[in-house]
């Protein structure tokens, strides 16, 4: 591995647009190749031509369409977004469409059939390889089908029951033609739908109105045959029998009251008799011809003794006489009033009579009647059925009557109507010059632009990502010497070595690295990630490189604690993630004895500890560098242990590795503060690794037994950043019991 050096200066973004507009040449033969591609479609492509016509949908219907308008729901129909859409399918179907083809006999035109010209080169060779089909295995009908389908566009403006019908063609009359023939059959088809609908109904109900009289007739006379068997007669209000038994219940009601009130007047001049001997107040006695006489020769006999008490005494034979007529006229009197009494007597009797004998008449009638009134429940039954079928059928004829006013489609009131017929346009659809131009040229123009500016930054990534060749005093190739006299052993000395064998040696490495790591553990590490995944599991329970972490752990401690080294930096001389997987795995052994750690992730390079700690990729230092966040957003918790975690960040460009390198020793320091060790992962030693781990008073390298006089030049090169102490670790391949181990749990 070269010795490590500090981090190049990153680009600016002036520099990169002041790269991109070096390339002029490239922007002007894009900008050229637009405007050539704008005049080749003008030219190539020819004019087409579009027109609109519009179509509303809404109910046409009126309270007049009809016959029996009595019978119509006068409110419109609601016209919803469904229905809407249901009439753009109508309107795009392919039976519309073949009905259009078919009215104006466009089937074998040269405009609606593609082979009409025969068919290219590039067609043939599309139909070869599968990219579009054969028109030759086509109907002429299917390619005039598919031409018209292609060319027509039918689209519902927003907020509203329009519905709009383009149609685009080589000229202005056709499109104009076809988008009419479009809105006119579809605004036709939507009559004859209902006429078709109107006929069926039709023959329908002229098939169940001529069952529907049969019935009614076949009803109506059994009614009639019933009541003639039964006896059910009617009278003007009812059957005959209901108005013989009211009439008798008048009459019995008029003996009943004849007969009393004869009796009553018996009673009231019999009372008369007995108590005053007169009847002088009975009107019915006072009535009696015989009475009136009888009365006048009372009064002519009073006057008469009147007359003669004048002059003679009461014992005068006249006046005796004349008392004696009286008496007499007196007795023909109640004599008389008697007989009225008889009389009245007898009458009451007979009114008597007479109500008993219709009484037996009612009682024999209700007898024959409760009979009657089962037939009558059959018969009402009977009129029931004749009066339903009656009435349904008055609907049927109404209803029929309704159909037979609209057998024409042109009487049908539809659901669409023509708002804008097409009109033959102007001016070209399609290609318009200027705007085409205009677009081929800006298009040109971004492309060339782009592809410069792509460029541009490649070349300076590359140039970024170049080796670094040192301090620009010294030569351009210049490379340090290599350390011939240091020992090859299979661990790296300590930097205090006690072996005097080792002393000469040590004084040569020591002139030339003021520092050498110490060797504190071993560990067989796989060369897969998933491998490492589980390695890094299973040092939970003590299996894999447990005992390697444990080590590490301790030496750091004891740096921590005795030295006051509270920054340690890990990386890897020529490895893979063995850097970011130890490092993991250290911080969670840290916290768990007792330190609080922050690990954080200084190199975007993957894998990485977001991957090993299964964690999403978010903010980090790429961010805290910019201003955007703070330490609160970026510091997270490891899943598993209670260590803090600062992920790299979303910003993975050199600019965002430069800015972090530039203020890491800030940042380190001021974690230093809050924790009691902070852990730096490095990665992969690269030129840019001396910049990453500024700050940093520790450092742990892992390398291979190979690499060992890499880590010791790394080592030394750190030291001039500030590295007071190095950690070697050495990484075994897996092989024998640990590697064994390691596939065993893999």
């Known amino acids: 591995m070269n010795q490590l050096a500090p981090e190049p200066a ?99 035109k040269p405009q609606f059939d593609p082979l009409a010209k025969g068919m290219g080169t590039a067609k043939k060779l599309l139909v070869a390889s599968g990219f579009s089909d054969d028109p030759r295995k086509m109907t002429e009908e299917q390619r005039a089908l598919r031409v018209l389908s292609a060319s027509k566009t039918v689209y519902p403006i927003a907020l509203s029951n329009v519905i709009a019908v383009k149609y685009t063609a080589e000229d202005a009359e056709t499109a104009a033609r076809l988008a009419n023939a479009l809105a006119e059959t579809y605004v036709t088809s939507t009559r004859e739908r209902d006429t078709g609908a109107n006929d069926r109904a039709r023959e329908w109900l002229g098939s169940q109105i001529d069952d529907l009289r049969k019935k009614v007739s076949d009803s109506e006379a059994a009614v009639e045959k019933f009541r003639a068997d039964a006896g059910l007669l009617k009278g003007q209000t009812a059957t005959l029998g209901v108005q013989k038994i009211s009439e008798l219940n008048s009459q019995i009601t008029l003996a009943e009251a004849a007969a009393s009130e004869a009796q009553a007047k018996a009673d009231g001049i019999s009372r008369m008799l007995r108590t005053t001997g007169s009847v002088d107040a009975s009107s019915e006695v006072l009535g009696s011809p015989l009475i009136l006489a009888l009365r006048q020769q009372q009064i002519s006999a009073q006057r008469r003794l009147a007359d003669l008490s004048a002059t003679y005494l009461p014992n005068h034979p006249k006046m005796k006489a004349a008392q004696q007529e009286i008496d007499n006229i007196n007795r023909q009197v109640r004599r008389e009033a008697i007989k009225i009494v008889d009389s009245l007597h007898e009458e009451a009797n007979v009114a008597a009579a007479r109500a008993e004998t219709l009484r037996g008449e009612l009682e024999r009638l209700k007898g024959r009647e409760g009979g009657a009134l089962q037939d009558e429940v059959k018969l009402n039954a009977l009129e029931r059925e004749a009066a339903a079928n009656r009435t349904l059928l008055e609907n049927m004829l109404s209803r029929y009557a309704d159909a037979s006013a609209r057998q024409e489609s042109s009487l049908q009131p539809g659901y669409a109507r ?136 301790a030496s750091v401690s004891d740096l921590q604690g005795a030295r006051a080294i509270r920054s340690f930096c890990a990386m890897s001389i020529g490895g893979g993630h063995e850097a970011a997987m130890v490092s993991v795995a250290l911080a969670r052994k840290l916290v768990a004895n ?46 598993q242990s209670d260590a803090r975690i600062i992920r790299f960040g979303l910003r993975d460009d050199a600019t965002a590795q430069g800015q972090i390198a530039a203020r890491i020793e800030a940042i380190v320091g001021a974690l230093a503060q809050m924790f009691d060790v902070v852990l730096v992962h490095a990665g992969e030693a690269s030129p840019q690794t001396a910049a990453l781990v500024r700050g940093c008073n520790g450092g742990i390298l892992l390398a291979a037994p190979s690499r060992q006089r890499d880590a010791v030049a790394a080592a030394a090169t750190l030291s001039k950043q500030g590295l007071e102490h190095a950690l070697f670790v050495k990484i075994e391949p897996a092989s024998g019991a640990q590697g064994s181990e390691a596939r065993r749990v893999g």
């Open 10 to 108: 990153a680009f600016s973004m002036f520099d990169v647009l002041k790269g991109t507009l070096r390339r002029r040449l490239l922007i002007g033969l894009f900008l050229v190749a637009g405007i050539a591609g704008g005049l080749a479609i003008i030219k190539v492509f020819k004019p087409q031509y579009q027109s609109e016509a519009r179509v509303v949908i809404e109910s046409l219907a009126t309270p007049f369409d009809q016959s029996n308008s009595a019978q119509q729901d006068l409110r419109p129909d609601r016209i919803t977004d469904q229905f809407v859409a249901s009439q753009v399918a109508v309107l795009d179907s392919e039976d519309l469409a073949r009905r259009i083809l078919r009215d104006l006999n466009l089937v074998g």
């Open 418 to 553: 023509i708002i804008q017929t097409a009109t033959p346009a102007a001016a070209p659809y399609f290609p318009k010059v200027g705007p085409t131009l205009m677009l081929t040229t800006f298009a040109g123009l971004g492309l060339g632009l782009g592809l410069a500016f792509l460029l541009e930054m490649m070349a300076l990534a590359g140039r970024a990502a170049a080796p670094f060749e040192g301090d620009p005093a010294r030569p351009p190739r210049e490379r340090r010497p290599r350390l011939q006299n240091l020992p090859d052993p299979m661990f790296v000395p300590d930097f205090r070595p006690s072996a005097p064998a080792m002393a000469p040696a040590m004084a040569t490495a020591s002139a030339i690295v003021p520092a050498m790591p110490q060797l504190v553990a071993s560990m067989a590490f796989p060369p897969s990630f998933s491998e490492a995944q589980v390695l890094l599991a299973d040092t939970h329970d003590g299996r894999g490189i447990s005992d390697a972490v444990n080590r590490i752990a």
């Open 594 to 639: 007792g330190l609080k750690t922050v690990l954080v992730d200084a190199t975007a390079r993957r894998p990485s500890l977001v991957d090993f700690l299964a964690l999403h990729n978010g903010e980090g230092l790429g961010e805290l560098v910019t201003g955007a966040v703070d330490f609160t957003h970026i510091v997270q918790r490891d899943p």
